[in-house]
């Protein structure tokens, strides 16, 4: 499967092999893979004439058996499309594919659509082909051709599917407000073009590849600074192609619908790399849905930056930029793997970030889903030499229970302690023997204590049930930021029986 095609009017040979069958307004979206040159559907009834459709650019062939929920859709007079199975008379595809030259949503009064499903190859008609027309089209109310926001479809069917056999059936959505992480797995297809610049022209067969789940905020997958009615996959050899627009991006066993194609980085689909309206984004689910209002996500972004001190003991704090909508934030920090995520704008630094490059990701939500803007990474993360100081306020005991407070402090450091001991030593006089004779010794015995607290309020560790007699409290704590010991702190105190 090829990638998707990026902004059709970009390249004057994209232009002059796909214009004439260009579904959408005057001026292409940028971004937005065209509608095909339709190919004959061979059932008894259908769309008549045009050559068949090339397939996925870099693709293996794939059974109808594999992907049963795929179906071609054919537009009279506009071109040829995919599209997903979400129910025996629904379909879901791209809203770039059903919008006519006049900017305006197709009619099947005026232009017939044809839904083809159970094919693996559009030329043959084997006994899983059925062929539909559709009664009804419905765009999202905020789709906007410039840009490819909100590029959905549902085309409701005149009569229902057979979804009896292995060939036809309906997928179901991923769950609403689902975010994918990046480098997740996913599989595409569609009976869309083969070959980068190759002409219209191909053996009509289905058509599938892999593809990763990038950055959905990255270069041209953001809408508006927003990312959350946007999945993009990362840039790959293979990919979809014109004719692939409106089909489905799937993953996991069993499958679920995650995305709906929608266009690529290059004209002529080499880059790879594609772009899908995002399932998950309520903004896009409620209106698939049927719901009377459908939420709109954040939008913006701009200005989001990490801003701090980049050495270990520092402290690093996100700042989302501007947002339109927002409820609620969240940030990731992350390297090579997630380092924190959740509420809290601030990350501190420890030794083991040193040589990281960390950036930040924010997340601004609100029922219509949520925006991502991610900042540029810092530099390496430089190594400390500070070193922590204890300083015991008090030790006191009262009760045979004693209790030690005490703080640590470190300049160059805005973090906690990696580790603090704190411990309980005691002479006790026992009975020991020296060759035949017994006699009295000394002997320490030390137990270690439980601290609780942080640097802002101060620490303290209690020592309960205490022997008589002088107990000694040290203290010691290893710093976060560099991994060097402080000196030992020391304070005695004497436990009498009352």
């Not at 937005?32 to 559907?41: D, E």
């Not at 880059?271 to 998950?280: D, E, I, K, M, S």
């Not at 100081?389 to 160059?412: G, H, L, Q, W």
Request: aromatic share 4%.
């Amino acid at each position: 499967m090829a990638a998707l095609a990026a902004p059709v009017a970009s390249s004057s040979a994209a232009s002059s092999s796909a214009a004439s069958s260009t579904a959408g307004p005057s001026s292409a979206p940028a971004f937005a893979t065209a509608p095909s040159t339709p190919v004959r559907l061979a059932a008894s009834a259908g769309p008549a004439g045009g050559t068949a459709t090339p397939r996925i650019v870099g693709g293996a062939p794939a059974p109808i058996t594999a992907f049963p929920w795929q179906v071609y859709v054919e537009i009279d007079g506009l071109g040829s499309c995919g599209g997903s199975i979400l129910g025996p008379q629904t379909v879901l595809t791209a809203a770039h594919c059903v919008t006519d030259d006049a900017g305006g949503v197709v009619s099947p009064a005026r232009n017939a659509v044809y839904v083809g499903a159970g094919y693996t190859d559009l030329r043959q008609r084997t006994s899983t082909a059925q062929v539909r027309t559709a009664s009804a089209v419905r765009r999202h109310p905020r789709y906007r051709g410039d840009v490819g926001e909100d590029d959905v479809a549902v085309l409701q069917l005149a009569t229902p599917l057979d979804l009896s056999g292995p060939s036809v059936r309906a997928i179901p959505i991923v769950a609403p407000g689902t975010v994918l992480p990046t480098g997740v797995g996913a599989t595409v297809s569609g009976y869309g073009q083969q070959r980068p610049g190759a002409p219209s022209a191909g053996d009509g067969r289905l058509m599938s590849t892999g593809a990763t789940i990038g950055d959905a905020d990255a270069g041209e997958c953001t809408v508006d600074g927003n990312s959350a009615v946007v999945l993009c996959t990362l840039p790959s050899p293979n990919g979809t192609c014109y004719g692939d627009s409106g089909g489905p991006l799937v993953t996991g066993s069993p499958a679920v619908l995650i995305g709906v194609v929608e266009g690529g980085r290059s004209a002529d689909c080499s880059t790879g790399g594609n772009r899908y309206a995002n399932l998950a984004a309520p903004e896009i689910r409620a209106f698939i849905d049927g719901a009377s209002t459908v939420p709109v996500a954040p939008r913006g972004g701009a200005g989001t930056a990490l801003r701090g001190i980049a050495r270990a003991g520092g402290t690093l704090t996100c700042d989302p930029g501007g947002w339109s909508g927002v409820t609620s934030f969240s940030y990731g920090f992350a390297a090579a793997a997630t380092l924190q995520d959740g509420p809290d704008a601030t990350y501190r630094l420890t030794r083991h970030d040193v040589g990281r490059r960390i950036r930040c990701i924010a997340r601004a939500t609100n029922p219509g889903g949520t925006g991502v803007a991610r900042t540029g990474e810092t530099p390496p993360i430089a190594a400390s030499r500070s070193r922590p100081t204890v300083e015991i306020r008090k030790a006191s005991c009262r009760r045979r229970s004693c209790t030690v407070r005490f703080d640590v402090r470190e300049p160059d450091s805005s973090s906690d302690p990696e580790r603090i001991t704190a411990e309980a030593r005691r002479t006790v006089r026992v009975r020991c023997r020296s060759g035949a004779r017994a006699r009295r010794c000394r002997s320490a015995r030390v137990q270690r204590l439980k601290v609780t607290g942080s640097r802002a309020k101060g620490y303290r560790a209690v020592h309960k049930r205490v022997g008589v007699g002088r107990v000694r409290f040290r203290v010691r704590a290893i710093s976060a930021a560099s991994g060097l010991r402080s000196r030992l702190a020391s304070r005695a105190r004497t436990v009498r029986s009352r």
